[in-house]
Each structure stands twice: as C-alpha cells, then as structure tokens.
C-alpha cells in the first residue's frame, strides 16, 4: 500500500515552495490561476487529501458542527438538516447530529458533552421542555466560553445568539387574509403546539387579520392542544355547535387530522370547508385532497444557519455582531382552498 502523498512532497516534485502549495489548495487569491490549476491536478492525480487531524490542531479548529434537532419525525426539521448539510459540506466541514427528543435534560447533557472540544459550533432548535421551563444556562455558558450558536426556528429573546426565524405572524395573517378573499366568514384555528412562542405568533396573525378586516373572534372557533390526543373530539364538538367555512391550522399534523375529520363528516373540501395549514410537507402534499400550505423553506434555513455559523468559526463575522435573519414564506395553493381570480 502507498503513503499518503504530502504537501512537502508536492511541492518538490514541482519545484513550488511548501507555502504555494498550501495556499493553491486552498484556492487563495495570492496564487495565480495557472499554478493553481497545475498544483491542483497534480494532487488530484496523486489522491492528495489533507491531514484533517493535522489541521485542526494547527488551527484549533474541528471543522465540525453539533446540529440539535427536537425531533427528526417532522418533516421541517429534517429539511432544515438538508440545508444545513449541503452548506456544511460544500465548506469542508462535518456534522454531528443529535435529537432531544423535546427533552430539556437530552438537551444539556447533549451540549455540553460535545462543547467538551468536539465541535467549533452549534446548530439548534430548542426543545418543547427547555421552553416551557425557560432554563437556558446551558446556551449562555457556552456562548460566555466563545463558542458560536445559530438557533433556528424556536428561538428566545434571552439567549443572544444569532437566530434564523420564519416571519411566522405575516404568514399567518396571509394565510387567514387569503381564506376571507375567499368568501371565508367563520374561520376557525387549530393548533396542537399551545405553549410555543411559534404558536402565539401565528395565532397573532390570524386574529390581526380578523380585527383587520372587520370580523370579531369567536374563541368558540379557536382549538389550542398541547398534543393531538383529544383533537378529532375537539373538532367534531366546534363543527356541531359553530357554523365554520375555513379553518386555518398552524401546524401540518393539525391539518391533516382536520381533513380526517372534514371527509369522515363527508364535508366537502373546499366547497363546505377550505382549510390551509402550516408547513408545506409530505402530509400537506399527499392530503386528500392536497392541502394549500404555508411553505416555509426549511431548505433555506438550514442553508442560512449553517453559513451564518460558519462565517462566525471563521471569524469572518466578529463573535458579537449579533444577527436575526427572518425567512420569508409563500402560499402553495392546492385543492382544499378556493381558487382566486384576483391577487392581492
């Protein structure tokens, strides 16, 4: 088996000095492009790879990412992993992926087992549990010791880290604006993430929306769940004692179990009911019918974190220019809503 060819090697078989070599491998702009391109294939032609062991010692540096994901069951979250990968890779850098299963305690031991020197920075989402019990020392601490953290997604105001959110009120106040152009007059709300700030956002939206466009709301038309359990109970009570024309749910599993509940009624989607929900995953596109969706490019998250975070390791950002970066969303239409002939 042959070894592994050097720097060192490289550089006297083309009578460069080590330096040249070193900066043509890593595309530096001090290098012109013909040295470039003759060191570059000669090391691709020798299966040069860089001692990454080596490198990380020299520069203090891992060149790996701690990712933190509540759960890898919704399909959100495991686009924003995609995202983040894609940038990871493209700069050199690994991953090392943990769920914490909405589990504050996961949470911290995760943290600070791979703040122990393991990574240069972390990519996370926090859980349910860290939320509702508003303990975030294990952040802080990290962030005193200098290393970066991108949150994505649930965020908080007390943690003063660079954060990637949804415009999560716009989009509701969207999303509840398109069913009133709609000739919706009785719009209902449901959600089974209640205690979540992401949740008291959309809820925002929707009832400035309402207030916006003159309709007074009917708390009888709003359904808040810690979790799905009771929900086709909760629904099937608010359809038999309120008169509803659209329901706008703020998560995909609310969505779908609305529409179990609207067909198993045999209500008629749109014509009845028009429903929109948040979140434009596999359960809103495989629907019956498909379901018009908040689309929140997740992708984009991802890709955002990742590169804002790297930009901090590589100190191309300094440490405390603190940033939130707000992704936009769009409307997907489908079939469970009214088609309209006039945008707004």
């Given at each position: 088996m042959s070894k592994r060819i050097t720097i060192k090697q490289i550089a006297a078989a083309l009578h460069v000095s080590i330096s040249t070599v070193s900066k043509a491998l890593n595309d530096s702009y001090e290098i012109s492009e013909e040295t470039k391109k003759k060191i570059q294939a000669y090391a691709k032609e020798h299966k040069y790879k860089p001692n990454t062991l080596a490198l990380s010692l020299q520069n203090k540096k891992t060149k790996t990412i701690g990712i933190l994901l509540p759960n890898i069951l919704t399909y959100y979250f495991a686009r924003v992993l995609r995202g983040i990968e894609k940038v990871a890779t493209?700069?050199?850098?690994?991953?090392?992926?943990?769920?914490?299963?909405?589990?504050?305690?996961?949470?911290?031991d995760t943290m600070e087992m791979l703040s122990n020197g393991t990574i240069d920075g972390f990519i996370a989402c926090i859980s349910e549990e860290t939320l509702k019990l508003e303990k975030f020392d294990h952040y802080k601490d990290i962030l005193e010791e200098g290393t970066p953290i991108v949150l994505y997604d649930r965020v908080h105001k007390d943690i003063n880290c660079d954060k990637v959110v949804t415009d999560n009120i716009k989009s509701a106040y969207k999303a509840t604006r398109f069913l009133m152009k709609s000739d919706c007059k009785n719009i209902a709300l449901i959600s089974t993430t209640k205690?979540?700030?992401?949740?008291?956002?959309?809820?925002?939206?929707?009832?400035?929306?309402?207030?916006?466009?003159?309709?007074?709301?009917?708390?009888e038309l709003v359904i808040k769940l810690k979790s799905e359990k009771k929900l086709k109970e909760r629904i099937n009570k608010m359809l038999d004692e309120n008169q509803v024309d659209g329901i706008f749910t703020i998560d995909e599993v609310s969505a779908a179990i609305t529409t179990q509940v609207l067909n198993k009624r045999n209500i008629k989607i749109p014509e009845d009911i028009a429903i929109i929900g948040f979140t434009n995953g596999i359960l809103s596109r495989y629907?019956?019918?498909?379901?018009?969706?908040?689309?929140?490019?997740?992708?984009?998250?991802?890709?955002?974190?990742?590169?804002?975070?790297?930009?901090?390791?590589?100190?191309?950002?300094?440490?405390?220019?603190?940033?939130?970066?707000i992704i936009k969303t769009e409307l997907v239409e489908r079939e469970s809503t009214k088609k309209l002939f006039i945008k707004f």
């Open positions: 493209e700069k050199g850098y690994n991953i090392i992926t943990c769920i914490t299963n909405e589990s504050y305690k996961k949470e911290v205690g979540l700030n992401i949740s008291k956002f959309r809820i925002k939206g929707y009832l400035k929306a309402l207030t916006k466009y003159g309709i007074t709301p009917n708390e629907s019956t019918p498909p379901l018009t969706s908040v689309n929140r490019f997740a992708h984009t998250t991802g890709e955002v974190a990742a590169t804002r975070l790297i930009n901090k390791i590589e100190e191309n950002i300094p440490f405390n220019d603190i940033k939130t970066e």
